[in-house]
Structure formats: C-alpha cells, structure tokens
C-alpha cells in the first residue's frame, strides 16, 4: 500500500508545472483576448487534432491535462481534446525504452497513435460543427465559479491558486485511485487480458480509461512478455489519456459532453484494436 500511495503522490507532483503553465495561459487570454485576438484564436482550431495529437505522443500525460483545462474553458476544439487523448501514452514510452525495445517497433506504436488522433480529431472537429464560444467567457465562468478574484490577483498569483485547488483535487483522487487498484490487485487485472477471446478487447479498453499510470503499466509489461497481442495493446493504450480524463470530470461542467468523449475514445481503443489484430 505505501508503494502505491507514494507512487500516487508522485504522479500528482508530476503535472503541477503543466497545471501551471495551463493556468497561465488561461489567465493571459483572459487579460488579453480582444475581438480580434479571439477570432485568430477560433479560425486557427481546425489545425488542433494535428498539434495536440503530436504533442500528445510525448512521454506522461502531463499534455492530456493541460488539454482537458484547455477545452473546459473551450480554447481548443473537441476533436483537438480527443486527438491529445487517443495519442497520449503515459506510461508506454519509457517502460519500452527501459526493456530495449526495438526503436522501429515503438515508433510505429507512436506513429500509429498520433495519425489515429490526427484523423479522428479531424473528424470529429468535422462533423461536430457547433458554433464555437467564446474561450473568454467559459475563463470568466470558471472564475465566478470558483469565487476567486482573478483579474485582482492577477496572472501569477491567481495561477497559483487554481493549481494548487486543482492540484489537491488529483492527489486526493490518485490516492483513492491506487488503493482500489491495491485491493483489486494488479495480477487480477492482468488475468483478466490473458483470455484469448473478443472480449478482452473490451476489457483492455476498460483498463486504459483508469486515470492512473498502473494501467498503462500493466498492458505494456503484458505486450513486452508476448501474453497479449499488439491489438490488445492498442486497444488498452488509446483510450489511455491518464489523468487528462479526469481532470476533464472537473472542469467541464457538461456531464453529457463528458461522457460522449468518454465513450468515443473507448469505442476507438476496441474496434482499432480488433482491427489491428485482424489485419496484421
């Protein structure tokens, strides 16, 4: 159980300095943003699934909470969010680096996720094609919400303040998080994808959505011992945008919009892993 909850503890740690560099984004728009600015700003998202899906490839899912933060206050796209989401890898790369995979197999891993998260996105941002809001007043909403005084504060201060309420808000569910994982047992789990058959898919999907890094963890040490398949790993690893989904329950007040995000990047991580599998 220590392990668990130090582990915990460090992971929180881990994405203070991007829950910080959020909120000082956040505040700056909302000091600056003018009718001009903010029209740069929305005619530019429809090149958000390409930028948020490679930046989401990098190591940790420190990006996939700056990007929850991001579309709450909807200054990126829905598909841009979920481009972040399908190409974010928490735990994979450096598991793989330190057991010497080959460089080409764990590049075509990465590749595979960040063009999923591009073309996905894409289409998403396509077909969702409801009028954009304006990232100023979902910044002035979520100040009113939390009875803060930001413009008073101003940028730094006020930045710090919402990154240590959000940053309480992590460690407290991470904490809850791995003690439900200790008693489940992450043998339990593991068992669960050895079945050969089309549900552990399904199953696979279900892991990746747990916002802590013991998911992508146990479906990478499976994948690099030979007991699942590459399609049961992607199936696992898509959906898998650690705590970014989380902080996505937080901040974005739409329950609807959040399960429908939830549910698209599940239902992406099972059928391309199926199809993975049927294929190759």
């Known amino acids: 159980m220590k392990d668990y909850l130090i582990d915990a503890l460090i992971d929180s740690i881990k994405l203070l300095p991007y829950l910080f560099i959020t909120f000082i984004i956040l505040e700056l728009l909302e000091h600056k943003l003018n009718k001009k600015n903010e029209k740069i700003l929305v005619n530019n998202k429809k090149y958000g699934p390409i930028f948020g899906s490679i930046l989401g490839a990098f190591p940790q899912c420190g990006f996939s909470t700056m990007a929850a933060n991001l579309f709450s206050n909807r200054v990126i796209t829905t598909g841009t969010l979920i481009a972040v989401f399908l190409s974010t890898s928490d735990e994979m790369l450096p598991i793989m680096l330190s057991e010497h995979t080959n460089i080409l197999v764990l590049l075509k891993i990465v590749f595979f996720k960040v063009i999923v998260g591009i073309i996905i ?12 809001e304006k990232p100023s007043d979902h910044i002035h909403e979520t100040c009113e919400h939390e009875h ?4 008073e504060d101003g ?7 919402h990154t240590i309420k959000i940053f309480i808000f ?49 479906i990478t040490e499976l ?22 989904i989380l902080l996505l329950f937080k901040t974005n007040k739409n329950l609807k919009e959040n399960l429908l995000i939830l549910f698209t990047i599940y239902l992406i991580g099972v059928i391309l892993g199926i199809l993975v599998d049927i294929i190759i």
Do not use: H, M, R, W
């Open 121 to 132: 996105g894409s289409i998403i941002d396509l077909l969702y094609k409801k009028k954009q």
């Open 148 to 151: 803060c005084n930001c413009k």
């Open 155 to 161: 940028i730094f201060l006020s930045s710090l303040k």
């Open 170 to 218: 992590i460690l407290i569910a991470n904490i809850l998080i791995s003690i439900i994982l200790f008693y489940i047992g992450e043998d339990n789990l593991s068992n669960i994808l050895l079945n050969k058959n089309i549900f552990t898919y399904f199953i696979a999907s279900l892991i990746g959505l747990i916002p802590n890094c013991a998911s992508s963890v146990i």
């Open 223 to 244: 994948y690099l011992s030979n007991l699942i398949t590459l399609g049961q790993l992607l199936a696992g690893l898509l959906p898998g945008s650690g705590l970014g």
